[in-house]
């Protein structure tokens, strides 16, 4: 979904910035583009736009990173599709 944003404020994604090693693989797996490696350590820039998949806690080798896959990214989704629809995004679907 292009421009999503997840519910403000509410995403579980943890970070544990001492525990990092600056391994690139948060980075790397992120489908939104939450971190960003900066002077060897991973940093969250956009919390808004995490779905919660798990993908960077199942990846990260030291375990700095929690989150609770799959908590919100339901709502997030039906919330995001809703918007577009009202907009004129989609057409069709299963509420239709």
Same mark, same amino acid.
Request: proline share 2%; hydrophobic share 40%; glycine share 12%.
């Given at each position: 979904?292009?421009?999503?944003?997840?519910?403000?404020?509410?995403?579980?994604?943890?970070?544990?910035? $001492?525990?990092? &090693?600056?391994?690139?693989?948060?980075? $790397?797996?992120?489908?939104?583009?939450?971190?960003? &490696?900066?002077?060897?350590?991973?940093?969250?820039?956009?919390?808004?736009?995490?779905?919660?998949?798990?993908?960077?806690?199942?990846?990260?080798?030291? $375990?700095? &990173?929690?989150?609770?896959?799959?908590?919100?990214?339901?709502?997030?989704? &039906?919330?995001?599709?809703?918007?577009?629809?009202?907009?004129?995004?989609?057409?069709?679907?299963?509420?239709?």
């Amino acid at each position: 979904m292009k421009g999503f944003r997840y519910l403000e404020n509410v995403a579980s994604l943890k970070l544990c910035q $001492e525990e990092c &090693i600056g391994c690139y693989k948060c980075q $790397e797996v992120c489908p939104h583009q939450v971190f960003r &490696i900066t002077e060897r350590k991973a940093h969250i820039v956009d919390l808004d736009a995490c779905l919660e998949c798990g993908a960077c806690a199942m990846n990260c080798p030291v $375990e700095a &990173i929690s989150v609770e896959a799959g908590a919100g990214c339901a709502i997030g989704l &039906i919330n995001e599709w809703l918007r577009e629809r009202k907009a004129g995004g989609f057409g069709g679907g299963f509420l239709s």
